[in-house]
Every structure is written in structure tokens, then in C-alpha cells.
């Protein structure tokens, strides 16, 4: 922080912040926070700028070049990753897509109704179904995942599909952003005018209120997907065949394997260089009409 | 699933309606788990004569049995501990670094603002596993880049995955993974300052640092309550960053932290009963440190309020 201290911006009556609005091109640049935000920006990158130099490297090069320097073997490393146990690791990245694909579109459906009934309805208990909803985010995932798997080892459902989906579409957070989104952006009266028309509640919510509330649903979408694609410990706990395996934990058992045999190294590296690329990609995608501040719950006043 | 069915009774029933999707999937999938979690807890297996045939397995009551073992057990004592030492170098790590460049995103005239915000932020969507998998890589002494540049100087190579040096690494990890978000969250409430605040600072002469300080900070503290909570929710809750640089190093256990315990006790050696109890003390210690934060946060709030 005490950089900080060194700062002294000319105090410009009339400047507005760079959050808000744009700067005015004239002026100095404001150098201790562009510079920190700068130092910021690489210390994030370079794991990522590092994983796409190695994941060009040959299995020699790994261990003898300087890290930074380009290899010539991405070729020969994405050929090895086809062909290890037939491809399979584009099974895990389907598996992976599914598994967050469906899951978040379906949170996010399971979010709009309670969202938009905790905010546009009064009725008796809807604070306390708000807090118990809410308090499962308090609830370890390893507290919940093993009697989780227990019961469903008694429906005959573990490792299938359906273990790795069913457990993750209620989101209490999902449900808490559904709720600010429902209670900004569905007037009250817009509700009550359709009642006087004689629609149904469930008319209002799908012909009036859902096409309101989806800027928000876009980001509960997002935010689950992401939420489901990073997840780890439920795959591990309910999955043993690697058939149905999501991408992070097919690409933890290659590290296991690869911890006693340095030749799995290039794999392992080219396929989380690989694992990486989705969802980075989907950011910078949604960049251009949606904003990050959506994700703490910020709405346009 | 089922969707919210057409109401033929009106607007009263319909809130109700629409949240039985929500109801189902948490009493299947929360409240039955824990509730069965607790029920386990309490019991044990008692085997009769071999072990052989029907009915030679028998659950019993056990009473606290299962949780006086838990916590006289030295392994869950030190993994707690362990966990503890990692979280009082991540929460305020990650939480002071948010700040920082929430404070400077929202400073003025400062320049590449969009750029380094989605950088800050990108780590975010990098699954745990693959981001401790790439830090692991950058810790190994024979392909990073560190230790080639310390090698070249002819500078000590530090093992990074052994004793304290792998609490710095493992902190590093979250911290990277998780500044971002915080930093988002914070910056989202910067912005939500009205604009004659700012104004009001400027003319009474106040400094960038002093603005900063005296007033953003306060301003945004609900937000920083919130994402402590969060923080150290999460934090307690480590388990895919130890467990994937498990394969790079002997000093991290299956034990490192209390959930690698659970996990272990349940899957490894097969004792669900005290798995379950160790599960439910590490709910309860988590409720009663994250509820005892916010109340303590919410005494400060409430004297500063009074003065």
C-alpha cells in the first residue's frame, strides 16, 4: 500500500474516475496504479503464458531448454494426447461439457423460479426458505459428498452421469443472484397488470417476467458453468470409470501417473494448456455484452 | 425435474409452485446427506463372530464414541492446524491484494484498465487441479523457469514442496486463483459510490491515498465483510490443490488437510462412520468460525456507528 503514498494526482475539478465514464485523454497517466495493475496482470499470466510455451515443447526440450523459449513438438504432443487409451481425453472434455453445459442450464432454470418467486411474491416463510437455501453454501463439499455418495450407492447411481449432474443444479448462490436480478428488473406493476389482464402467475413469469430477468440468468449460467467445469471433488468421489470423467480429474489420475514417469509430463502439460483454452475462451467471448461486476450480484440502477 | 406446474389456485399457492424444484433437489441432495451424515456419526459397525455371512455386520450405537476419537486423533489435529497456518497467510494475501487493485482500477487516469482487470481476473477460470498442476510444474526445480534463472546466477535453489516453503507454495496457488474475484466483488462496490462523494474529497483537498483510506475503504466495508466471510469458508474447505501436488512431492500426506482426512477415512480405509463424525465437526467448526467472524464484524460496525 505504501505505494500508494508516493501518488499524487494533479486534483483536476471536473476529472472524473476512469470507473467512471472515460478519461479524458489529456493529463498524465496516473503510473503507480497502471503500474501495479500491470505487475498484477503478469504475475496472473504467466503460469497460463508458461503452460503454452511447455505444451510446445518435446519431451527433451522440457528438461533442457530455458522454460520460455517455444519447442518444436506442440505437433508430435497434441498426436500423443489423440492417441493415449484412444483419445480419450476428448472424451473427458465432452464429459466436461456435458457435465457443465447441462448442469448450469438447468441450476439456472431451478434459479429463476425460486429467485423470481422469493423476490416478486410475499408469502409466509419465504425469509427462512431464503436462509436455509442460502445456508448450503456454508456446508463443506466433502460433508456433503460423501453421505451424498453413500445414498446414492444405495440408488445404484454412482459412478453414472447422473452422480456427477443431480448434486450440482441447486446453486444457493445462483438462487441468491436470481433473487437480486428477479427483484431489480421485474417492476411490480408490470406483475400486477398482468393479473388485471386475467394471465396466469405461471403466464407472467414465462411470457413477462423470464424475458426481464435474462441479463441475470446469463450471468447465474455462467457463474455455475464455470462452478461445475472447475469442479473436482464430486467426479473423484463418485466416479471410478474414466469414461465419464470430467477434464480435471482425467487430467489429476494422468498426473498420478506421470509422477513416476517423466515421459507423461508432455501430456499432462499439453493437456492442461488444452483444459485451459474453453473457458477462457467463453470469457473473452461474453466479454463484449456482459460485465463482470454481474457476478457480485451489481445491478443497474 | 420437474418445472413449476400451472397454478389452478392462484396467486397464493404460486410461490410455492415455483420453488418445489428447489425444495426437491435440496431435501434429496442437502438435508437428507447431513441429516444422514449425523446419523452415521453416531454409529459403528460391530462384527460377530468371522465377519462371515448375513447379519455378522451389524450397525450399533456408538454414542460420542466416533467423536472423541476424531478429536483426540493427532492427524485431524494437525491437519486443522495446518489448514489454520494456510489460512492466515491466504485470506488477508488474497483480500489485501483485491483491495489494492480494486483501489487502483477505480484511481484516475489510470490506463489499460479493462486489459488488466480481465487478466486479474482470468485465473478464476482455471479449474483448482489445472492451477495447482501449473504452479507445480513452475516449483519443479527441473523445468521451471525460476530455478533456471537462479541456476544460471549461481543462486540457492530453494525446494519449494517441502516444509514451510509448501504452505508459501500452496498459498500462492489460492491467492492467484482466487484475487480476482475478490477484486471484482470489491471494485463493483467502489463503483457504486456516488460520483459527490468523489467530488466533495477533490474539494476539500484530499489526496488520492486519503480518499482511499478515510473514505472508499469504509465505504466498501460491507463488501469486505463479505468476501472474508467467503474467504475463509473456502480456505477451510482446501482439499484439489494439496491433493494434486500430492503426485509432485512426499511431504503433502493424504492427510494434509482435515477434508483429505475425511476423504481418506471414508474411501481409503473404508470407516464411513468416523469419516461422518470428522465431517460434521469441520461443519460445525466452519459455521461457528464464519458465523463468530460476521458477528464480530457486524459489534464493529455497529460501534463505529454509535461513536
Known amino acids: 500500500m505504501s505505494a500508494l503514498a508516493v501518488h499524487k494526482a494533479p486534483s483536476k475539478a471536473g476529472a472524473t474516475g476512469a470507473a ?98 422469493l423476490a416478486v411474491y410475499r408469502f409466509r416463510g419465504r425469509e427462512s426458505i431464503f436462509n436455509t437455501l442460502l445456508a448450503g453454501v456454508l456446508m463443506p463439499p466433502v460433508v456433503l459428498a460423501v453421505p451424498q455418495y453413500l445414498l446414492l450407492a444405495q440408488a445404484g447411481l454412482t459412478d453414472s452421469y447422473w452422480s456427477v449432474l443431480l448434486p450440482q443444479i441447486l446453486s444457493p448462490y445462483g438462487v441468491y443472484l436470481a433473487r437480486i436480478y428477479a427483484a431489480a428488473a421485474v417492476p411490480g406493476d408490470v406483475v400486477e397488470a398482468g393479473r388485471m389482464d386475467g ?30 467445469w472447475n469442479n473436482f471433488l464430486l467426479p473423484y468421489i463418485m466416479l471410478s470409470d474414466d469414461e465419464r470423467f470430467p477434464i480435471t480429474l482425467g487430467l489429476f489420475t494422468l498426473l498420478e501417473q506421470g509422477a513416476n514417469q517423466p515421459a507423461l509430463y508432455t501430456l499432462v502439460i499439453t493437456g492442461a494448456f488444452l483444459a485451459v483454452i474453453p473457458l477462457v475462451a467463453l470469457f473473452l467471448l461474453v466479454q463484449r455484452f456482459w460485465s463482470l461486476d454481474l457476478l457480485s450480484g451489481a445491478v443497474k440502477s | 425435474m420437474t418445472t413449476a406446474r400451472r397454478t389452478s389456485y392462484g396467486v397464493k399457492g404460486a410461490p410455492y409452485a415455483f420453488l418445489v424444484p428447489a425444495a426437491v433437489l435440496f431435501a434429496l441432495f442437502f438435508a437428507l446427506p447431513i ?159 456516488p460520483a459527490e462523494v468523489h467530488e466533495a474529497a477533490k474539494l476539500d483537498g484530499a489526496t488520492p491515498l486519503q480518499t482511499a483510506l478515510r473514505i472508499k475503504i469504509p465505504m466498501v466495508a460491507p463488501s469486505l465483510v463479505l468476501t472474508f466471510f467467503f474467504s475463509i469458508i473456502a480456505t477451510l474447505q482446501v482439499f484439489n490443490e494439496p491433493t494434486t501436488l500430492k503426485p509432485l512431492t512426499n511431504s503433502v500426506s493424504t492427510t494434509w488437510s482435515p477434508l483429505m482426512k475425511v476423504h481418506r477415512d471414508a474411501f481409503g480405509t473404508g470407516d464411513v462412520y468416523q469419516a461422518a463424525a470428522e465431517a460434521v465437526i469441520i461443519a460445525l467448526a466452519t459455521l461457528v468460525l464464519s458465523f463468530g467472524f460476521l458477528r464480530a464484524a457486524n459489534r464493529r460496525n455497529r460501534q463505529e456507528a454509535a461513536s
Open chain 1, 199 to 228: 394471465a396466469s402467475e405461471w403466464r407472467i413469469f414465462s411470457r413477462i417476467a423470464l424475458p426481464m430477468m435474462v441479463p441475470g440468468l446469463v450471468t447465474v449460467f455462467l457463474f455455475q458453468f464455470v462452478a461445475v
Open chain 2, 35 to 193: 441429516g444422514y451424515a449425523v446419523w452415521l456419526s453416531f454409529h459403528k459397525v460391530r462384527v460377530s463372530g468371522l465377519g462371515l455371512g448375513s447379519g455378522a455386520r451389524k450397525e450399533v450405537w456408538a454414542g460420542l464414541e466416533n467423536y472423541t476419537d476424531a478429536l483426540t486423533d493427532s492427524e485431524l489435529v494437525h491437519g486443522a492446524l495446518r489448514v489454520l497456518g494456510y489460512g492466515c497467510i491466504v485470506v488477508p494475501v488474497m483480500l489485501g491484494l483485491a483491495l489494492l487493485f480494486a483501489l487502483m482500477l477505480d484511481s484516475e487516469k489510470v490506463r489499460l484498465a479493462p486489459f488488466t482487470r480481465l487478466a486479474i481476473f482470468l485465473p478464476y477460470a482455471v479449474p483448482g487441479v489445472v492451477a495447482a498442476l501449473l504452479w507445480g510444474f513452475l516449483y519443479l526445480p527441473d523445468v521451471s523457469p525460476f530455478f533456471y534463472v537462479l541456476g544460471k546466477l549461481g543462486l540457492p535453489q530453494p525446494d519449494l514442496l517441502d516444509g514451510g516453503p509448501l504452505y508459501l507454495a500452496l498459498s500462492n496457488i489460492a491467492v492467484w486463483g482466487g484475487t480476482g474475484f475478490n477484486m471484482i466483488v470489491i471494485y463493483t462496490s467502489l463503483r457504486a459510490i
Open chain 1, 20 to 117: 467512471r465514464g472515460r478519461p479524458p485523454l489529456r493529463g498524465r497517466i496516473a503510473l503507480i496504479p497502471t503500474v501495479t495493475l500491470l505487475l498484477g496482470a503478469v504475475y496472473c499470466l504467466l503460469p497460463v503464458a508458461w503452460v503454452v510455451i511447455a505444451s510446445t515443447k518435446s519431451g527433451r526440450e522440457l528438461f533442457s531448454t530455458f522454460t520460455f523459449l517455444p519447442g518444436t513438438g506442440f505437433a508430435d504432443n497434441l498426436q500423443d494426447l489423440n492417441s493415449y487409451r484412444d483419445g480419450v481425453y476428448w472424451t473427458w472434455m465432452g464429459n466436461s461439457a456435458l457435465y457443465a453445459g447441462l448442469g448450469a442450464l438447468l441450476s439456472t432454470c431451478v434459479s429463476a423460479f425460486s429467485g423470481y418467486a
